[in-house]
């Protein structure tokens, strides 16, 4: 066979073996999105699955109150006793319900700092929105002797103070975000400080009141702080899907970002105070909830690859249900506020990323 005839042949042969490699790989792309879609279906259910299931343990055994399965089912459709309905509807449904939203709120807070700062450390508790939220109810309380919406209040108007603060001190041109961290870790102690000083003027009730509020409880909650928070959770949904993309982009670095047409400087202020908002209003009904932002993240992002705020999310409700539970019926525990439980839960985890950090770098 000629020269040519060689060359002809194997021209002829490559568009043939690229094509198979191209279709190779074009199934395995479609294999691989399709086993995602399975595992984050998957993962969806079970969280969605172990939620209803603290809900309704909460439900029909959560509180002081003794009230029997039947009792519980009677006064959910309007039957049964007075007191029965009024324990459900009135206490029990409530909290429940609280516990969900609030646990929500503070995962799609904890999961926008992380993905904004670019630290699954930094999160409104750790870098001090959540102190500079408790410094404005204790001082609404403290000061004013204001109770209920007040001191919400008082809290949102904290957190965003926070917030203000730590971004006026951080604020540097093409600056470290780990400079914005050691910043906030250091505005949160002055907060804590502050709190700490308030509480000195304040008699004995106030006090325990403060005090059982700062370390986050949801008892009490009625069906207007579970409006407020509904609302909070609608509105927060829709801000975090807005804003979420322009975080990926900053994530590959401000030049990037920019060169992608992200408004960097807006896109960070926007994201800051999104997540002291978002984190203020759950911290203004039951107080600053102990690391639920800051593990809700990194389990959403074990259970799903990419994590994201709305796995977080899920993550959030379920584990401040499966916390309050053990709070109110848990033997040898219970009754504690939720906020020791989360405590309890959150402080191994962040020694195991502060651990995991050290090890990766």
């Known amino acids: 066979m000629s020269g040519a005839g060689v060359m002809g042949l194997t021209a002829g042969a490559l568009p043939d073996r690229d094509v198979t490699s191209e279709g190779t790989v074009v199934t395995s792309l479609r294999d691989a999105r399709r086993r995602a879609r399975i595992r984050l279906t998957a993962v969806f259910a079970s969280l969605v699955a172990v939620g209803l299931a603290a809900f309704s343990i909460e439900i029909l055994i959560g509180g002081s109150a003794e009230l029997s399965p039947d009792a519980v089912f009677e006064a959910l459709f309007g039957e049964g006793t007075v007191v029965s309905r009024l324990v459900v509807w009135e206490s029990r449904l409530p909290r429940a319900l609280t516990a969900v939203l609030v646990g929500a709120l503070f995962g799609m807070a904890g999961v926008v700092y992380q993905r904004l700062i670019g630290n699954v450390l930094a999160t409104p508790d750790i870098i001090g929105v959540s102190s500079g939220a408790s410094a404005g109810a204790v001082a609404v309380l403290v000061g004013l002797g204001g109770t209920g919406i007040a001191v919400q209040g008082g809290a ?23 400079r914005l961290v050691l910043v906030g870790i250091g505005v949160g102690a002055c907060f804590a400080a502050v709190t700490s000083y308030l509480l000195t003027f304040a008699d004995s009730m106030t006090s325990t009141r403060a005090m059982r509020w700062m370390i986050g409880s949801l008892a009490g909650t009625q069906w207007s702080d579970v409006a407020l928070l509904f609302a909070a959770v609608a509105l927060g949904v829709v801000a975090v899907a807005v804003i979420d993309p322009s975080l990926d982009a900053i994530r590959l670095g401000d030049p990037l970002a920019r060169g992608l047409g992200t408004r960097v400087g807006f896109i960070r202020v926007a994201a800051l105070l999104l997540g002291a908002l978002l984190a203020a209003l759950a911290t ?30 899920l993550v959030g409700a379920a584990l401040l249900l499966l916390a309050d539970v053990v709070a109110q019926s848990a033997p040898f525990v219970s009754p504690v506020p939720t906020g020791v439980v989360t405590g309890l839960i959150g402080a191994p985890v962040l020694i195991f990323l502060l651990l995991t950090r050290k090890a990766d770098a």
């Not at 949102?156 to 780990?178: D, H, N, Q």
């Not at 039951?286 to 709305?310: K, N």
């Open 284 to 313: 203004s009904v039951v107080g600053p909830i102990a690391f639920l932002a800051l593990v809700s993240g990194p389990i959403a992002a074990r259970l799903v690859r990419q994590g994201g705020p709305f796995p977080a999310a």
């Open 156 to 178: 949102i108007v904290g957190a965003v103070f926070a917030v203000l603060v730590i971004f006026g001190l951080s604020w540097k041109r093409e600056s470290s975000t780990y």
